[in-house]
Structures are given as C-alpha cells and as structure tokens.
C-alpha cells in the first residue's frame, strides 16, 4: 500500500509510494525536521483532518441479534412445544403465560450477556498503547491513537510499531513483520528507499502498524494512520470479532449437552407414570416437558461468562488488567511463579548509591570540585559515557523525573547530581544491548576523534577490558587487576545493588566493532528497594501453595540478596543457579534435573533459558505464571500458561504475548489475580451445585408425588416459574461472591480435576434430596385437609419449595466459613435477589390473574407459618452438615498444607 502525499497549501493528502522516495523529499513532502518534529499546532490541525490513529472496531454483534441468541437453544424450543400444546388444547392463558416466560428468560439472558460483553470490551480498552513522539523539539509519550501523518516517533526494541512508518535513522534495527507477512524470522531496516514494486516484506526502509520492532532503534515519520495502514487494508484481520469461548464456557456447554439426554429420558418416564396412574395425558405431557426444562441449565455458559467479567473487573482494580478471559480460569490453579526481581518484586526505583572510579569513590550528591586534578580525567570518562550511552532524557533536573529505562534515567540523574555535564557529541552510531553480549554502545564524534562509550554487566565489560583508566593514563588491565574489581562487584552486589560497568574505547570510524580494546573506566552501583509488600505476600504465596521462583539477569549475589530481603526463602534455604551453570538440553540424570527444579533463584539467565524452565516445571506437571517485561521475554511470556507483563516499564511486545498486565508492576497484584482465579471457579461452582440441587428437588417432588400416586404436586407453569424466574437470580448472585478470605489457605486446584466431582454431585443429590423430602412431607399434610380445595396442596407445596429454594442459597456457603458471616451472607447481590424472588412469589399468589393461571390460592396466617417453618428445614440439615463437615476438615487441613507445601 502506498503512502499519502501532504497537497500544496492543504491538509489532504494524495497516494504517494513513500518506500520508493527518497528521505529528503519524505521529510519535505509532510513539512517536518527530525530535529524538532511537528509542532503542538500543526498536530491537532492534522488530527481533526485525518482522524484518530486507529482501525475500525471489530464488528460487534448488534443488540437485537444477541437478544434473537437467547432463542436458539434447546430450552427455548421446549417451551416452544409446551406453548403450541397449550394452544392446541385451547389453553390460552396457559399459552400466553408460557410465552411470557420464555420472554423473561430470553431477557434474563440479553442482560447478563451484553453486561459481560461490555465489561470485556471496556476492560480491553483499559490496555491503551502509547508511543515515545518528538514534538516541538521536545520527546513526550503520547497514547498511539493520537499519532498524525508528519509525526517524527522513536523506536526501541519491544516497541509495537502504532503507525506506517518512513525510516528516518537506524542502528541495527529488527522488526518482526510476520503479523503481515507470515515469515517468522525479524526483517533487518535501513533508510535506503526501495524500488516503486518492491512487495511489503522488501520495503526495508518502512515500519508497519502492528509489528514489533525485536532489535535495535530507530526515528522515523509517520507516513499512514488507522485504516490508511498496511494493517488496516487487510479487512479481514479488521473485521473479525470472533466470540472467545473459554475452556470453562466450553465444559459448561458440553454439561448442558449431557442434562439434555437426562431430559430426554425424565420426559417419558414421567409422562408414563403419570399416565399409567389415571393423570390427565395432556397434563403430564406438559409436566414432562416442563421438568425437562427444568433439568437443563441453558444459562450456566452465560453466567460463566459474566463471572469472568466480574472477575476482570475485580482484577482491574487491583491493576491487573487481564487480556485474555480464558487466563482467568487458570489463575486459580498456578503453582508456580517465575518472578522477575527489577520492578516486581523491587520498587523500580532505582538511585545511584556508588561511582566507584580506580582513583575515587563518590556518592551523588559530592561535587566535582572536591577531587584532585589527576582524578579529573577518570570523571570526564565517566561523565562522557553516563551522559551519552544512553536513550533516557530527564525531563526534571530536580526530581530526576525522565522517559526511558528507570536504570538509565538513574544514571543520567546521577550524572547531573555529580555536577558532570553532558559534553556536546554528536552521536553516529548506537550498538542496541544485546542479552548474549550484555552490553550497549554508542559511537560520537568528538571534535577530531570517534568515541565509543560502552556500558554493561561487569562480568562481560571486565572480560572485553584490556586496559583502566588511572588519572591521565591508561595502564594494562591485568589477571590480578581483574580479579580485585571482581572482588568489588562481589561486595557491591552482595548488599543487594546493581552494578554496571563503564568502559570506552577511540574508534577510526563508526563501522569498527564496539567491543574491542576496552579501557576500563568503573563501576556504577544503583539500589532499587524492595516493595514493602513483598514479605507479606510470600508469605500468602507460600500459605497458598504455591513456589515463587526468581529468574533475573542481575548476578547471583545481588539475586540472592533481594532474594533473601524480600522473604522469598531464609538464607539457609536459597539456592542460586547462574545461567552458565546448568542446561535444560543437556539434563541426563534424575539428581541434575531435581538439582533445577530445587532452586528458587535464577541468576543470569537469558530468555532461551527462561523458556526451557518453564517447559521443565510445565513437564513436571506444574502450572506455570511468568512475569517478564522486555521483547526477549515474549516467548517465555507466550509459553507460560498464564503469562504477566509489567505495564509501567514493560515493552509492548511483551505486553501484546502476555494474558496479564500489571498496571502497577507489584507481584502482590498477581498473587491477588491468583485469588481472584480460585474465587471464580468456586463462584461457578457454588451457581452450578445451588442450580442443579434445586432443579433436582423439582424432578424428584413430581417424579416420587406421582409415583406414590398422590395427585400431581407442581403444575407445569409452576415448574417453568420457579426454574425460569425465581432460581435464575440467586444463582447469578453466587456467580458475583467475594469470595471466602481464606482461599489461599489452601493449596492449587488440580487444573485436571472435573467441574463437578463426586464432592459436588453427592452435596447436589443430598440437597435435592432435602428439599424434596420437606416439600412432600408437607404436601402429604395439605392433601389430608379434605376440606380445602384442590389447589390448596399444589399451592402449600409450591410455595413451601421456593422459599426452600431461597434459603437454599445460604447452604452455599464454604465448610470453614462462619455461620452468619460467610461469602454469601456478605453479597448484596444475594440480599438483593432473596428481596426480588420474595416479591416475585408473594405477588404471583396475591395477583388473581397470575394466581389464576399459577393454579395458587391465598394460605391462611397459620398454613404460611407452617409453609415458612417447613421451608428452613432444608437449610437447618444443611448447617448441622456443614458444621460437622468443617470438624473433620479442620483436623486434615494441616497435613494437606503440609504435603502441598514446597
């Protein structure tokens, strides 16, 4: 796609093939300088003529479609039959009270999914991206959709490219195109113009929307926004709004598949026995289709879904903005977390405690003027490389507030603290930092000399240093000098710093390896707190169940330290394994693998290690959660089963292959996503045991009623009432729980174990089994009163099994919990659906057209007591249960802390 040309004395553009023209004329073409970009000005009058920066929304399924939704689906079609039966029968009332509620149920279902929808996509536009623009000779982070043609941007590895880009300058840049292209392997840039045909994966010197830039840096002008882009021609990526179904919406969906059947069989085996025992055929007909309505859940998908999205929310909260909603589900069951140290469990703040120079030590904060002359040159070095190797710029002298690496932006604040000005040098060339080589260098033209100023980690910089600095001159940099600052980078790095090593070197020309010839010039020590929260949230970790591992590319000594700091483990129980010293591949004995999988620090260790730990652990049959922040971490984010970026200082690559962002970049938010995880799958299931309890009473009242040969105790739309109405909103309310505070008081859900194990279909037959037992005993009573009418009974056991379907609620509630202070006693949303469904009942008895097609009549003070007091049975047993269940959990919730301890 060709880019647009800014018209004469307009705003309009015209078609333009900016990869075939050269820079010149491009720079002309949009009226810009790189050295100052556009102005404050001419960037809103763009703006308002060209638009925001972004593709058209995903086509979203309009109101009335997702309300025509409800319909199609095997519940609906029942009703469908029960309705033309009531018709064909010449039942209108009937007819028209069934439309009614199939109208109901369809409106339940429009509301709890659009209120999902929404949710989702107001979480994800939570997820803005920002780009690092030049105007006005100033560098500012704006958010991407505010990018207009002409803007001058700034590239960096981990940057997602936000517009169509001209290159401007480069140095080394990569960027994987294969979002466009298909190839997988990183495209190399460069600012030569290509031929006018040359296809999208040869225009070498354009930048694509949608990409991500995976090595080096570069500037470059905006050419095309929003769906004038390579990324926004191509409809169908711009179009497609396929609906996520979860692994939980999916096994919902396969558990209402197989209730289906189990309708398929009540349906005649009801009809049959009632038929068999002189009841009306049509009747039973009616029942039967009513009770197989009654056995299928058709909303359990739906209000999956809307758990999620609450949980979402919840998370978003807590600055953990989830991306995917299937990672919610998974949060519950994460055994492991691979933590990194810088921003996570640290603060990400980080000072320069230590210029430490051959012939001086300094703290920022001591003036230049209070060394010797003969220790001048050591600074001017180190002045030269901390001022120019750099991509930071403080924008607040004072604070030391500034855009780019927190590191870098320290450095520079330093710099100026020590009263070492930033030298005028014109930079030629940067060599971006590298993970293999651990080192970054950028190449400047000082009057008649090209300068390399060179930083990194000590032990590469020592390593490639061949001579040190002391005072004016250079002196051989020997084994023996080696190892004494390799002694000092120990003790520096033991109290928990980071060390960075500075080095330089004189260059012919800006084409000559950087790293060759060092003179070593010092050590830069930086401390970054640890979070106050970190210690307390290890312990939460630790009590549920779960192993935090730390893997940083910082040395061992400064891991073990923060390690320790941060309470990860005692330091007798630290164990540190560097990079150099283990292989994933070349593992051949059962001791070398568990000696890996023992350690909980992992120091030096590049992104190839890091993927095949977590492919060790996930091999191991742990559920594996990784933190990561840069573009080498995005494969190791992608391979995790829940991976978490950093939204403060992580790169958008990273941010793009993670399923979790933390906005804030603290590890108490994950361990706060993990409990938000277990709280969902406990809600989900605590929604499905309440719903089939109560759908399992309905079933066994008319099945056993019927069988026993008593009249019919619930009439069909009594079934449909209390199935499609009044146990729809306490069942959503359990979806909206809190959850117990004691959830990471135990260990990981086994991510294989079913939805509904032998636990909650046992606790579902005992609870139908209650309430089914208390309806008919008390319908036996209403039967016996020869001088009520017939509608008495069906009224008594109707109303005795709703409100025994309300209480039913409060049995939801976990073994451990409290009687009256619980999960849900404390939701509103319970309190609010209880008030709701009471009305709903009361107002269906003392309503005479609704009583009227209900079948219901009007109990007397004394026949309510009883129907009240019969109603809480159900809920007593149910207590005295629970209370004897926690008795004997308590006595084996020890050993199981203990056995899932690590």
Same mark, same amino acid.
């Given at each position: 796609?060709?880019?647009?040309?800014?018209?004469?004395?307009?705003?309009?553009?015209?078609?333009?093939?900016?990869?075939?023209?050269?820079?010149?004329?491009?720079?002309?073409?949009?009226?810009?300088?790189?050295?100052?970009?556009?102005?404050?000005?001419?960037?809103?009058?763009?703006?308002?003529?060209?638009?925001?920066?972004?593709?058209?929304?995903?086509?979203?399924?309009?109101?009335?479609?997702?309300?025509?939704?409800?319909?199609?689906?095997?519940?609906?079609?029942?009703? %469908?039959? !029960? /309705?033309?039966?009531?018709?064909? &029968? @010449?039942? +209108? $009332? #009937?007819?028209?009270?069934?439309?009614?509620?199939?109208?109901?149920?369809?409106?339940?279902?429009?509301?709890?999914?659009?209120?999902?929808?929404?949710?989702?996509?107001?979480?994800?536009?939570?997820?803005?991206?920002?780009?690092?623009?030049?105007?006005?000779?100033?560098?500012?982070?704006?958010?991407?959709?505010?990018?207009?043609?002409?803007?001058?941007?700034?590239?960096?590895?981990?940057?997602?490219?936000?517009?169509?880009?001209?290159?401007?300058?480069?140095?080394?840049?990569?960027?994987?195109?294969?979002?466009?292209?298909?190839?997988?392997?990183?495209?190399?840039?460069?600012?030569?113009?290509?031929?006018?045909?040359?296809?999208?994966?040869?225009?070498?010197?354009?930048?694509?929307?949608?990409?991500?830039?995976?090595?080096?840096?570069?500037?470059?002008? %905006?050419? !095309? /926004?929003?769906?004038?882009?390579? &990324? @926004?021609? +191509? $409809? #169908?990526?711009?179009?497609?709004?396929?609906?996520?179904?979860?692994?939980?919406?999916?096994?919902?969906?396969?558990?209402?598949?197989?209730?289906?059947?189990?309708?398929?069989?009540?349906?005649?085996?009801?009809?049959?026995?009632?038929?068999?025992?002189?009841?009306?055929?049509?009747?039973?007909?009616?029942?039967?289709?009513?009770?197989?309505?009654?056995?299928?859940?058709?909303?359990?998908?739906?209000?999956?879904?809307?758990?999620?999205?609450?949980?979402?929310?919840?998370?978003?909260?807590?600055?953990?903005?989830?991306?995917?909603?299937?990672?919610?589900?998974?949060?519950?069951?994460?055994?492991?977390?691979?933590?990194?140290?810088?921003?996570?469990?640290?603060?990400?703040?980080?000072?320069?405690?230590?210029?430490?120079?051959?012939?001086?030590?300094?703290?920022?904060?001591?003036?230049?003027?209070?060394?010797?002359?003969?220790?001048? $040159? #050591?600074?001017?070095?180190?002045?030269?490389?901390?001022?120019?190797?750099?991509?930071?710029?403080?924008?607040?002298?004072?604070?030391?507030?500034?855009?780019?690496?927190?590191?870098?932006?320290?450095?520079?604040?330093?710099?100026?603290?020590?009263?070492?000005?930033?030298?005028?040098?014109?930079?030629?060339?940067?060599?971006?930092?590298?993970?293999?080589?651990?080192?970054?260098?950028?190449?400047?033209?000082?009057?008649?000399?090209?300068?390399?100023?060179?930083?990194?980690?000590?032990?590469?910089?020592?390593?490639?240093?061949?001579?040190?600095?002391?005072?004016?001159?250079?002196?051989?940099?020997?084994?023996?000098?080696?190892?004494?600052?390799?002694?000092?980078?120990?003790?520096?790095?033991?109290?928990?710093?980071?060390?960075?090593?500075?080095?330089?070197?004189?260059?012919?020309?800006?084409?000559?390896?950087?790293?060759?010839?060092?003179?070593?010039?010092?050590?830069?020590?930086?401390?970054?707190?640890?979070?106050?929260?970190?210690?307390?949230?290890?312990?939460?970790?630790?009590?549920?169940?779960?192993?935090?591992?730390?893997?940083?590319?910082?040395?061992?000594?400064?891991?073990?330290?923060?390690?320790?700091?941060?309470?990860?483990?005692?330091?007798?129980?630290?164990?540190?394994?560097?990079?150099?010293?283990?292989?994933?591949?070349?593992?051949?004995?059962?001791?070398?693998?568990?000696?890996?999988?023992?350690?909980?620090?992992?120091?030096?260790?590049?992104?190839?290690?890091?993927?095949?730990?977590?492919?060790?652990?996930?091999?191991?049959?742990?559920?594996?959660?990784?933190?990561?922040?840069?573009?080498?971490?995005?494969?190791?984010?992608?391979?995790?089963?829940?991976?978490?970026?950093?939204?403060?200082?992580?790169?958008?690559?990273?941010?793009?292959?993670?399923?979790?962002?933390?906005?804030?970049?603290?590890?108490?938010?994950?361990?706060?996503?993990?409990?938000?995880?277990?709280?969902?799958?406990?809600?989900?299931?605590?929604?499905?045991?309440?719903?089939?309890?109560?759908?399992?009473?309905?079933?066994?009242?008319?099945?056993?009623?019927?069988?026993?040969?008593?009249?019919?105790?619930?009439?069909?739309?009594?079934?449909?009432?209390?199935?499609?109405?009044?146990?729809?909103?306490?069942?959503?309310?359990?979806?909206?729980?809190?959850?117990?505070?004691?959830?990471?008081?135990?260990?990981?859900?086994?991510?294989?174990?079913?939805?509904?194990?032998?636990?909650?279909?046992?606790?579902?037959?005992?609870?139908?089994?209650?309430?089914?037992?208390?309806?008919?005993?008390?319908?036996?009573?209403?039967?016996?009163?020869?001088?009520?009418?017939?509608?008495?009974?069906?009224?008594?056991?109707?109303?005795?099994?709703?409100?025994?379907?309300?209480?039913?609620?409060?049995?939801?509630?976990?073994?451990?919990?409290?009687?009256?202070?619980?999960?849900?006693?404390?939701?509103?949303?319970?309190?609010?659906?209880?008030?709701?469904?009471?009305?709903?009942?009361?107002?269906?008895?003392?309503?005479?057209?609704?009583?009227?097609?209900?079948?219901?009549?009007?109990?007397?003070?004394?026949?309510?007591?009883?129907?009240?007091?019969?109603?809480?049975?159900?809920?007593?047993?149910?207590?005295?249960?629970?209370?004897?269940?926690?008795?004997?959990?308590?006595?084996?919730?020890?050993?199981?802390?203990?056995?899932?301890?690590?």
């Amino acid at each position: 796609m060709d880019g647009r040309r800014l018209q004469q004395g307009t705003n309009e553009f015209e078609r333009i093939p900016f990869h075939a023209t050269d820079l010149p004329e491009v720079l002309s073409e949009f009226r810009v300088q790189p050295s100052s970009g556009l102005s404050e000005a001419e960037a809103e009058q763009r703006l308002r003529a060209f638009g925001p920066n972004v593709l058209e929304a995903q086509r979203r399924r309009p109101d009335w479609a997702i309300f025509l939704g409800q319909f199609r689906n095997t519940l609906t079609l029942l009703l %469908v039959a !029960a /309705t033309a039966l009531s018709y064909g &029968l @010449g039942d +209108i $009332a #009937e007819g028209t009270a069934i439309l009614a509620v199939i109208l109901v149920n369809a409106t339940i279902g429009f509301v709890a999914e659009r209120k999902a929808i929404d949710s989702i996509e107001a979480l994800r536009r939570l997820g803005a991206v920002t780009a690092r623009v030049r105007r006005g000779g100033a560098t500012r982070l704006l958010p991407a959709e505010q990018l207009v043609p002409g803007d001058l941007v700034m590239l960096e590895a981990g940057d997602v490219v936000s517009a169509d880009l001209r290159l401007v300058t480069t140095s080394g840049l990569e960027c994987d195109e294969s979002l466009l292209t298909g190839e997988s392997v990183p495209v190399t840039k460069s600012i030569e113009a290509t031929s006018p045909d040359a296809q999208i994966s040869d225009r070498s010197c354009l930048a694509f929307k949608g990409t991500s830039v995976t090595g080096g840096v570069a500037e470059a002008i %905006v050419v !095309a /926004t929003g769906t004038e882009t390579e &990324l @926004g021609s +191509i $409809a #169908e990526l711009v179009e497609r709004a396929d609906a996520e179904r979860t692994p939980l919406e999916q096994r919902l969906s396969q558990m209402s598949g197989q209730l289906l059947w189990v309708a398929l069989v009540i349906m005649p085996v009801i009809f049959g026995i009632g038929v068999f025992g002189g009841k009306d055929v049509f009747l039973m007909l009616k029942t039967g289709i009513a009770l197989a309505i009654a056995a299928i859940p058709e909303g359990l998908p739906i209000v999956a879904t809307l758990a999620l999205a609450q949980g979402m929310w919840r998370l978003a909260r807590r600055h953990a903005l989830v991306r995917r909603l299937s990672a919610v589900e998974t949060l519950g069951s994460v055994t492991v977390i691979f933590a990194d140290k810088t921003g996570t469990l640290t603060e990400n703040r980080m000072t320069v405690t230590d210029l430490v120079l051959p012939s001086i030590q300094l703290e920022p904060g001591e003036k230049k003027e209070t060394v010797q002359y003969s220790e001048a $040159a #050591e600074l001017d070095s180190a002045a030269r490389i901390l001022n120019l190797c750099t991509n930071a710029e403080l924008t607040d002298q004072e604070t030391g507030a500034g855009i780019g690496d927190p590191m870098e932006v320290a450095l520079l604040h330093a710099a100026r603290r020590l009263h070492m000005e930033a030298p005028q040098s014109a930079r030629i060339r940067e060599e971006a930092f590298d993970p293999r080589t651990r080192m970054m260098a950028t190449f400047h033209q000082h009057k008649d000399q090209m300068q390399v100023s060179v930083k990194g980690a000590p032990e590469a910089v020592l390593l490639k240093a061949e001579k040190i600095r002391i005072g004016n001159e250079e002196k051989p940099f020997t084994k023996e000098v080696r190892q004494s600052w390799e002694a000092r980078v120990h003790s520096l790095a033991s109290t928990g710093k980071r060390i960075i090593a500075l080095a330089e070197r004189r260059a012919s020309s800006a084409d000559e390896q950087p790293y060759q010839g060092l003179v070593f010039i010092g050590l830069v020590a930086l401390w970054d707190p640890p979070r106050d929260d970190a210690r307390p949230v290890m312990e939460l970790a630790r009590h549920a169940g779960i192993k935090v591992i730390m893997a940083t590319g910082d040395n061992a000594d400064t891991a073990a330290s923060i390690a320790q700091s941060v309470g990860l483990a005692n330091a007798a129980d630290i164990q540190v394994l560097e990079g150099k010293e283990f292989s994933i591949e070349e593992i051949n004995s059962d001791l070398e693998k568990k000696r890996i999988l023992d350690a909980n620090v992992f120091a030096r260790v590049d992104p190839k290690q890091k993927l095949d730990l977590i492919a060790l652990y996930q091999q191991a049959g742990e559920i594996v959660a990784m933190t990561g922040d840069g573009v080498n971490d995005a494969p190791a984010l992608k391979k995790a089963d829940i991976g978490v970026a950093m939204g403060l200082r992580g790169t958008e690559v990273a941010r793009e292959a993670a399923d979790v962002v933390l906005k804030d970049d603290a590890f108490g938010s994950i361990i706060a996503a993990i409990r938000q995880g277990r709280v969902i799958f406990s809600n989900i299931r605590k929604f499905i045991v309440y719903l089939m309890s109560c759908n399992v009473a309905e079933v066994c009242v008319v099945a056993i009623g019927t069988a026993s040969g008593l009249p019919l105790p619930l009439m069909p739309l009594q079934i449909l009432f209390l199935n499609l109405v009044t146990d729809v909103f306490p069942a959503l309310a359990l979806g909206l729980c809190e959850g117990e505070a004691n959830v990471l008081d135990r260990p990981p859900r086994d991510p294989a174990e079913p939805l509904m194990g032998q636990q909650q279909w046992t606790a579902v037959g005992l609870y139908g089994a209650l309430i089914s037992f208390s309806v008919l005993g008390v319908f036996y009573w209403a039967v016996l009163q020869t001088d009520m009418p017939p509608e008495f009974a069906v009224t008594v056991a109707f109303l005795t099994l709703a409100f025994a379907q309300l209480w039913h609620v409060f049995n939801m509630r976990a073994k451990r919990s409290t009687l009256l202070t619980n999960q849900v006693t404390l939701n509103p949303y319970v309190w609010g659906a209880l008030v709701l469904c009471t009305i709903l009942i009361i107002g269906a008895v003392y309503t005479p057209p609704v009583a009227a097609v209900l079948n219901l009549t009007s109990p007397s003070v004394d026949t309510w007591v009883l129907i009240i007091g019969v109603s809480f049975t159900p809920l007593l047993i149910g207590q005295i249960y629970k209370l004897l269940s926690a008795l004997r959990v308590s006595r084996d919730y020890e050993s199981i802390i203990h056995n899932a301890s690590r």
